[in-house]
């Protein structure tokens, strides 16, 4: 379970790094403010679209499959987005690591409700705690990492750090 726990941590503090960074972003890569939702929202569109589309499967015994399917596109999405210098390829990156998400939380769900017998409260709290904490260390640790670097090394971070725990879900 506590593998699930460092998905759900790094990936949410990957999606939420972008909204530190906006204005960094704009003046980086002179993205026109009228363009910076488009990146901003786009996660949660890709979210939203594959949670519904693709959700019904963890039910049906390709939980696994969209565990480590989610958890690659994560990571992709992140290192994608470390290094974009364009809108459209701000915008991809994030619809992928949007979708990685709307793979990696069905999932996880399911998990745990089949293999966390009486303890499933607990297990689904822990899960949604370290979501939360990883939303919430995000943007701060992003502009930490940005002040002491670059604006594309928290994207790169947490994209290795997800890559690596793409590793360790295809080796299982």
Request: aromatic fraction near 12%.
């Amino acid at each position: 379970m506590r593998s699930l726990y460092l998905v759900a941590a790094t990936t949410m503090a990957g999606v939420s790094s972008v909204f530190a960074l906006l204005a960094e972003i704009h003046n980086e890569y002179g993205i026109p403010e009228r363009n910076l939702g488009w990146i901003a929202g786009s996660a949660f569109i890709g979210a939203l679209v594959t949670q519904l589309w693709l959700s019904r499967y963890a039910d049906r015994g390709y939980g696994g499959l969209l565990m480590r399917a989610g958890v690659a596109a994560s990571a992709i999405g992140l290192l994608w987005f470390g290094l974009a210098d364009q809108l459209w390829q701000f915008v991809i990156a994030r619809l992928l690591l949007g979708a990685g998400v709307g793979m990696i939380v069905p999932a996880s769900r399911r998990y745990i409700i089949v293999n966390a017998g009486d303890d499933q409260g607990r297990q689904l709290g822990a899960f949604y705690g370290a979501y939360i904490a990883g939303f919430v260390v995000g943007p701060p640790l992003a502009g930490a990492l940005t002040v002491a670097f670059n604006v594309k090394t928290p994207f790169i971070i947490f994209g290795a750090l997800t890559a690596e725990l793409t590793l360790r879900f295809t080796g299982s």
